[in-house]
């Protein structure tokens, strides 16, 4: 299938852009062809979201309204789930009935359903005298036009988590996904207009870095969003600092699980095996890094070892399948670098660390568990983003919060213990933008997302994700 680019609430034809080849992972078969946006499509999508936002069709809209065509956009999405699923799995090889239709497609609906409700939150909005002879007022007003770029591992909903706070805040968008992974996101664009969203309010423009860098860079942007690796995130911001733009940025991460040794070395085992092969460990919040406590280390080990070599393996629309193939060649070779590394620095393979074959040409990986790395090494300090989680002893509470802050990083984290005590001050103590106890990688949509340190600020769900996307405008009035 030839995808267009979705412009001004239609399908528009690109303006000399060529064409780029869309590929399913588990085989490696090209399955779609979208456009490599040129500098003058980014220019006239972000023509059109101008013109939508100052033309008043979405940013003057009521709360109310708003709120209603997004309630309306999140129904639609429910109802094509199915669809939507398929092409999401057969994009980016996840399983079909575990992962992109059994657990992210009620997610993603109830993600956009939350963001309606929000568009009429009233939380923060004050007015009085504060001055003798005046009162003031505060308002919330969009920030305008926003860029919005989002990664390979989650096409729909990382969509969604960008562009529905945007759009309950009133801002118009324009919103690049991946080059890899971009069906759904236009499938989504496609559904808005269904939904009543007013042309020019949601503009998706597909296309390589450089397009994704022409959104940056226009002047008419007055913002951008991306969730992606903490070196983009870093370009991002060099660029919109000439024009001091908002940035908004969910970067890498590097999660560290503290097991203490008081918990259930099962548990433990079958919590993080899910949390580093769900989406084949390609999540900035998954389980990498596992510390635990000397008296249960062996037992942890072994339960992991074993739990991590039953995990299905398999083609995503087999019903069986846990875990689908990693989202290229070059990103499997490069998860398989780090392996490689890790062996030549002295570290152990307990299981996995190879290509698994099975499967002909899909781009599948074993599920894989590295022990005895150094807490410098480059497996312990750097973001892997495939099935690959390394386990390291630790004495006292202290070593544990001390080994688990010692990267660049701060997005997610967890605890396993039963003492009270021990989670309020160890959570305290942890960089991380979330903390989970006894369980790793669970979301709800009225929490906020985000990380410390290098992996980032702003943050996605929550009615914070919507605050972001708004201005305080202060109105003083003379009595």
């Known amino acids: 299938m030839v995808y267009r680019l979705w412009f001004d609430g239609r399908w528009t034809e690109t303006r000399g852009g060529g064409r780029l080849s869309v590929q399913n992972p588990a085989n490696g078969q090209k399955i779609a062809e979208v456009v490599d946006a040129t500098q003058e499509d980014v220019a006239v999508a972000v023509e059109s979201a101008k013109k939508a936002f100052y033309d008043g069709r979405w940013s003057r809209r009521s709360p109310a309204e708003r709120s209603n065509i997004l309630w309306s956009l999140a129904g639609l999405l429910e109802k094509h789930s199915e669809e939507l699923a398929r092409v999401e799995s057969e994009n980016t090889g996840k399983p079909y009935r575990l992962a992109s239709l059994g657990t992210d497609m009620p997610f993603i609906v109830d993600n956009l359903r939350y963001f309606a409700a929000a568009a009429r939150d009233t939380h923060g909005l004050r007015a009085g005298e504060y001055l003798s002879g005046y009162t003031s007022m505060c308002r919330s007003e969009p920030v305008g036009v926003v860029g919005q770029i989002t990664p390979w591992n989650y096409p729909l909903m990382m969509a969604v988590w960008k562009a529905g706070p945007a759009l309950a805040a009133g801002c118009s968008v324009v919103l690049r996904p991946s080059q890899l992974t971009p069906l759904t996101t236009l499938m989504f664009a496609e559904l808005s207009a269904e939904a009543g969203l007013p042309p020019g309010v949601l503009n998706v423009v597909t296309g390589s870095s450089e397009t994704g860098q022409a959104i940056v860079e226009h002047p008419n942007v007055r913002m951008i969003s991306i969730t992606g690796s903490t070196a983009v995130g870093k370009r991002v911001m060099e660029v919109a600092a000439k024009r001091v733009k908002r940035v908004h940025l969910e970067l890498g991460g590097k999660a560290p699980v503290l097991v203490f040794d008081d918990a259930d070395a099962e548990l433990v085992a079958s919590k993080v095996t899910l ?201 003083m009035m003379a009595h």
């Open 275 to 475: 949390a580093s092969t769900y989406n084949s460990g390609q999540d900035c919040t998954a389980a990498t890094r596992l510390y635990v406590q000397q008296g249960l280390f062996e037992s942890v080990k072994d339960a992991l070892v074993e739990t991590m070599r039953k995990v299905k393996v398999g083609p995503p629309f087999e019903d069986t399948t846990e875990m689908g193939p990693l989202i290229s060649k070059a990103h499997r070779e490069r998860v398989h670098g780090f392996v490689e590394r890790a062996l030549g620095q002295g570290a152990n393979i307990l299981t996995g660390g190879r290509h698994s074959t099975t499967f002909g040409e899909g781009y599948y990986y074993e599920p894989t568990v590295i022990a005895d790395p150094a807490q410098g090494s480059e497996i312990v300090q750097a973001e892997v983003f495939g099935p690959v989680v390394t386990i390291q002893p630790f004495e006292t509470e202290a070593d544990a919060i001390r080994m688990a802050n010692d990267v660049r990083f701060g997005l997610a984290s967890s605890i396993f213990t039963q003492d009270l005590g021990r989670v309020l001050r160890v959570s305290s103590e942890l960089e991380y933008g979330v903390v989970w106890v006894n369980d790793h990688m669970v979301f709800a949509s009225e929490m906020p997302h985000g990380g410390f340190k290098e992996s980032g600020f702003g943050k996605d769900l929550s009615t914070e994700a919507v605050r972001d996307y708004l201005i305080t405008k202060h109105v």
